[in-house]
């Protein structure tokens, strides 16, 4: 079974100043792992995934997310935060499939001027 | 434009009064499914359906049903809801239900139940 935490519910950061998210996850299997953004009164949208061909992920919008097997983790970067970053953002790990995906509980992030 | 279309995108409505949120796709997808999110719980899969005619439960199927006659089509229906459903609900879909694939989301529907 696969499960997702992440850590920090709200994070804050400046205008210009990096963006960490932090995502842990529990999998029976070799997993797959995304994160999604969700921006106010929208869905869920793709940043990025993994799917063990490389540990560096590059996504849209300038975030990048690296997989640390040995540390279970998938954390979600980008160098220079954005007024625009402003949103929700969920990671998730999936096995086998699609319906073993798991969220999780999600991450604010407020940029501030 | 590929899209997930859920309607209604707001309802407001009281204890017992069935209702169905409607949930379409227009990019040929096999797989769909259903979640709803709460503050602090993050998303929960109520539904899927791995293709035509065929459905499962999900972590929190008590109160719900789905059918799924139609490829592009993904209906969740709450027979009796209850204040205990409201929620902001989604439908998503991916093209096939490998755990590779990224779903792509609707824009929600939130629902009030009173």
């Known amino acids: 079974a696969q499960s997702v935490t992440q850590l920090g519910s709200h994070v804050s950061v400046s205008e210009g100043a990096l963006v960490l998210l932090r995502c842990n996850y529990s999998s029976s299997v070799p997993p797959y792992l995304f994160w999604y953004v969700q921006y106010p009164n929208q869905g869920l949208q793709l940043l990025l995934k993994y799917t063990s061909v490389a540990t560096l992920v590059k996504g849209i919008n300038g975030f990048e997310a690296e997989f640390k097997k040995s540390e279970t983790s998938f954390q979600l970067t980008k160098p220079s935060a954005h007024m625009s970053d402003a949103a929700e953002y969920f990671c998730?790990?999936?096995?086998?499939?699609?319906?073993?995906?798991?969220f999780g509980a999600g991450t604010r992030l407020t940029v501030k001027p | 434009e590929a899209q997930v279309t859920q309607n209604p995108r707001y309802l407001i409505t009281v204890t017992g009064k069935k209702l169905t949120v409607t949930c379409s796709q227009n990019m040929n997808h096999e797989y769909m499914s259903w979640y709803r999110q709460d503050p602090g719980l993050g998303l929960r899969q109520i539904y899927y359906?791995?293709?035509?005619?065929?459905?499962d439960k999900g972590d929190v199927p008590e109160g719900y049903k789905v059918s799924r006659k139609e490829k592009r089509n993904f209906p969740l229906i709450l027979e009796s809801p209850s204040p205990n459903q409201t929620s902001l609900y989604f439908c998503?879909?991916?093209?096939?239900?490998?755990?590779?694939?990224?779903?792509?989301f609707g824009d929600g529907t939130r629902l009030s139940i009173l």
């Open positions: 359906s791995m293709n035509v005619e065929v459905t």
């Open positions: 998503a879909s991916s093209p096939y239900p490998g755990g590779d694939q990224p779903q792509h």
């Open positions: 998730a790990v999936s096995g086998y499939n699609n319906n073993d995906m798991r």
